[in-house]
């Protein structure tokens, strides 16, 4: 009761030397009434105001009862996996602020299971941008902008946070709002915080803004990198169960209002799309969508969407058709329908774990090349002569075995090594043809791992024109 109503109109006053006076014996019940009381205050007071709180809150938190922060060793696995459930489930109703403690400690967890446990998968998390309007424009000069909207050869003329921090917001039209989407401005420096100020006052002309904005050649734009993840929060975060589920709704919003931005899909971004509740079917529009956009990404923005959304999507335990595996006619289908371009970013071990029946060789063609080499180290991938000329087939393709740094001299050794057991009793029975195609083709992305004993076995009785080929 003092804490949370009788001192709440002091507690802005409360500093870390106060904390002195509250007893160390606490009991857990009354350490969370402390704190959910100076945090209840913290919340309503401006930014600059709390500072002196926030450290409060901070060292009271540091000196919690030994229950709250010593979690047993010797945790059962369905323990450990509850409390890295209630943790994940506390940081998805967090502010983006406030939630980077938790996230560590989330990820220290992880790395430290109990022996024998497996950490459950884990699950995307949706972070709010908290929008403190008057903390924002307290920097913004308003004065320029004044109170009529500027003609359409001025709209640039002003940054995103003037017009957000203005009333003449309110009034642009779905044109206005497509020319400041246009407006070239290299040094930007326009946080989350500002384009999602900016996207709840043009709300009412901001879908039309964007079809119209799709529409457009981009070609030469790169995309804002906080503009996806405001409308994110402002659009996508408010779409309903059902519309989450209509392919056509989901397609007009990700295949057309969103294409220019994904781009530059953020992590935050694509981990709070794979929390939704997608059907397979819209699920596989945005995978679509993403892997349309896919060339105008950087490798490390194209594996963001896969480890972020794709994997963590499939991975989930609550979907009605678990890893979407129920309207696809082969693996290959399934690997084109659930991963797009972002296929060859998985592990063979990924596959196979969402896909028990995954088959590497009826998906050849889409694997990338460390995949390829994955599946001739799996213990008993390649049992016959037509399954290695299916995997040299691949790896011809475009050179891509030679040019992929993947690839390291100790896979290489291993397939050659496996490769040589499966042709060398063959050997006997080849003709010229043969000793060409595999001496001259099939073999010389791993020929660096030929030994001398292979050798010696290779020309024990072969005739002198093969010699010459081999």
Same mark, same amino acid.
Request: charged share 20%; hydrophobic share 45%; net charge negative.
């Given at each position: *009761? ?5 001192l ?8 870390p ?21 100076l945090?209840?205050?913290l ?5 600059? =105001? ?21 979690? %047993?060793?010797?945790?059962? &696995?369905d ?22 403690e ?27 941008t ?27 003329? !002003? ?5 957000a &921090? ?16 246009? &407006? ?6 326009t ?7 900016f ?12 079809s ?18 405001? =409308? ?21 919003? !990700? ?6 931005f /994904? %781009?530059?899909?953020?992590?935050? !971004? ?26 105008? *990404? ?21 979907l009605?058709? %678990? ?24 592990t ?40 290695i ?5 691949? /790896? ?16 290489r050794?291993?397939? *050659? ?5 499966? =042709?060398? %009793?063959? /050997?006997?029975? !080849? ?12 073999? =010389? ?8 004993e *292979? ?16």
């Amino acid at each position: *009761m003092w804490f949370q109503i009788n001192l709440v109109v002091l507690l802005a006053s409360f500093r870390p030397s106060v904390l002195v006076v509250i007893p160390a014996n606490l009991t857990c019940d009354y350490y969370d009434a402390v704190l959910k009381g100076l945090e209840n205050a913290l919340a309503v007071l401006p930014s600059g =105001i709390g500072v002196e709180l926030k450290s409060s809150i901070g060292e009271l938190r540091q000196s919690a009862p030994e229950v709250l922060v010593v979690i %047993p060793a010797n945790l059962t &696995c369905d323990s450990y996996d509850a409390v890295l459930k209630g943790l994940e489930n506390a940081l998805a109703v967090l502010p983006s602020g406030i939630g980077v403690e938790l996230k560590s400690s989330i990820g220290e967890l992880r790395q430290s299971a109990p022996e024998g446990c497996t950490p459950p998968r884990p699950v995307g998390v949706c972070e709010e941008t908290v929008v403190d309007e008057v903390r924002l424009c307290e920097s913004v000069n308003r004065d320029g902008l004044g109170s009529q909207v500027p003609s359409s050869d001025r709209l640039c003329d !002003f940054g995103i946070s003037e017009y957000a &921090c203005s009333s003449v917001a309110s009034s642009l039209s779905s044109g206005d709002l497509v020319t400041l989407l246009t &407006c070239k401005q290299p040094n930007s420096t326009t946080g989350a915080e500002a384009w999602k100020l900016f996207f709840q006052k043009v709300a009412g002309v901001l879908e039309v803004a964007l079809s119209a904005y799709s529409s457009t050649n981009l070609s030469d734009r790169q995309p804002e990198p906080h503009v996806l993840d405001a =409308i994110g929060e402002v659009k996508v975060n408010n779409f309903s169960a059902t519309q989450l589920t209509d392919v056509s709704f989901v397609a007009h919003w !990700f295949q057309g209002r969103l294409r220019p931005f /994904l %781009p530059a899909a953020s992590k935050d !971004f694509l981990s709070c799309l794979s929390s939704k509740n997608f059907s397979c079917d819209t699920y596989q529009v945005v995978v679509q969508a993403l892997s349309r956009q896919a060339s105008l *990404m950087e490798v490390g923005q194209q594996r963001l969407v896969f480890a972020d959304f794709v994997l963590l999507f499939l991975s989930r335990d609550d979907l009605a058709d %678990p890893a979407c595996l129920a309207k696809t006619t082969s693996s290959a289908d399934w690997l084109e329908k659930n991963f797009g371009n972002f296929s060859v970013y998985a592990t063979l071990e990924q596959l196979q774990t969402l896909n028990a029946n995954f088959s590497s060789f009826e998906s050849l063609t889409l694997l990338s090349p460390s995949q390829v080499a994955e599946l001739t180290l799996s213990s008993g991938a390649l049992n016959s002569t037509n399954q290695i000329d299916a995997v040299f087939d691949r /790896l011809e393709d475009g050179d891509a075995f030679k040019n992929n740094p993947d690839i390291t001299p100790a896979v290489r050794d291993v397939m *050659m090594n496996r490769t040589f057991v499966i =042709i060398a %009793p063959k /050997l006997q029975e !080849f003709a010229a043809p043969d000793w060409e195609v595999w001496f001259t083709v099939k073999l =010389i992305p791993i020929l660096p791992s030929f030994t001398a004993e *292979m050798l010696l076995e290779v020309t024990a009785d072969v005739n002198c024109t093969n010699y010459h080929v081999m």
